[in-house]
């Protein structure tokens, strides 16, 4: 019996146990009449498909994006490997789940980053868009550090929204000091900051923290919308002159670039232009990024929808 085997790693023949996701339950019933549940189970490597004989619960569909403990054994069917489970419960608050075994995990270090980002909101030298900036990283300062930063297509995973963050911060900062005859560092750092702060409460989220589905707010408003309604009210309550309030609220609105893309404005000012190309650039190095790493050298991928064309991975 192998204990939280990846998925990768399984072979015909093995006896499993331990924590998967339920990515997908679909509860059936045999030619015989007896009910049996066909399911998907995935972890950071990959998913199987299993089937739980004679069983018509309680878990189910409902039960999908949660954390199951199951114990089976391996076989190939039609060429393809599944899991028979032969003991099938949810996971409890007091077993040992290790999430970034489950589902994929930013490549950073969350604590350093955070600090990171700290400190380059401490070198904001406009005390208004500072304190904006201070505040609203407070509120949010759980959120950014944990939450995906899409469903998918980029940086979906935990943690993600921070490494998409921390990466525009950066660039940003750079191309301040490369453009500051006409950028306004202060306003550039504090609309990158703040330009993904309504995506908290865009989405729904599953018991692992992925995202699962668009909130009611989400899909109503959108997080532009709602981040920069949030920036207003900061700025307001901190007494923040309106002529700031509305700047850094146009960078929130317009960060897609163009309404084609989602912007609920177009950009046009100088950090508000920079802004919707950084977050471009960002975004689609990190799409290059996870597509690439699914190819081998010298291989060309299908069509990446979010890029609208295939990558090639050269050695």
Request: one cysteine or more; a negative charge.
């Amino acid at each position: 019996m192998e204990y939280n085997k990846y998925i990768k790693d399984m072979a015909a023949g093995d006896e499993v146990e331990g924590f998967y996701v339920l990515k997908g339950a679909w509860p059936k019933v045999t030619s015989g009449g007896k009910p049996f549940l066909n399911a998907a189970l995935s972890d950071r490597t990959g998913s199987i498909d299993a089937k739980v004989w004679d069983y018509a619960g309680p878990i189910g569909t409902a039960d999908e994006g949660k954390v199951v403990k199951i114990r089976g054994t391996v076989s190939e069917f039609r060429g393809a490997l599944q899991i028979t489970v032969e003991r099938l419960r949810l996971a409890e608050d007091r077993d040992p789940v290790v999430a970034s075994d489950l589902v994929p995990v930013a490549p950073i270090d969350p604590e350093e980053t955070m600090a990171a980002i700290k400190d380059l909101v401490a070198s904001i030298a406009d005390p208004d868009y500072r304190a904006v900036c201070e505040t609203m990283l407070a509120r949010h300062w759980e959120a950014l550090k944990r939450i995906p930063a899409a469903k998918s297509v980029h940086h979906g995973f935990l943690s993600g929204l921070l490494m998409h963050t921390a990466n525009m911060l950066r660039l940003a900062d750079f191309l301040a000091g490369q453009y500051g005859d006409i950028v306004d560092r202060s306003l550039l750092l504090a609309g990158t900051l703040l330009h993904d702060s309504g995506k908290e409460a865009e989405f729904t989220f599953s018991q692992l923290g992925l995202v699962t589905a668009y909130s009611v707010k989400g899909q109503l408003l959108g997080h532009l919308v709602m981040g920069a309604q949030e920036a207003g009210e900061v700025a307001k309550e901190l007494g923040i002159p309106e002529e700031k309030s509305v700047l850094l609220q146009h960078l929130i609105l317009s960060h897609h670039g163009e309404p084609e893309f989602g912007a609920a404005v177009k950009p046009i000012c100088a950090e508000s232009e920079l802004l919707s190309l950084i977050d471009m650039v960002d975004s689609r190095m990190e799409i290059y990024r996870e597509t690439l790493d699914s190819l081998q050298d010298g291989e060309v991928s299908g069509r990446v929808f979010a890029l609208d064309k295939r990558v090639y991975r050269h050695g």
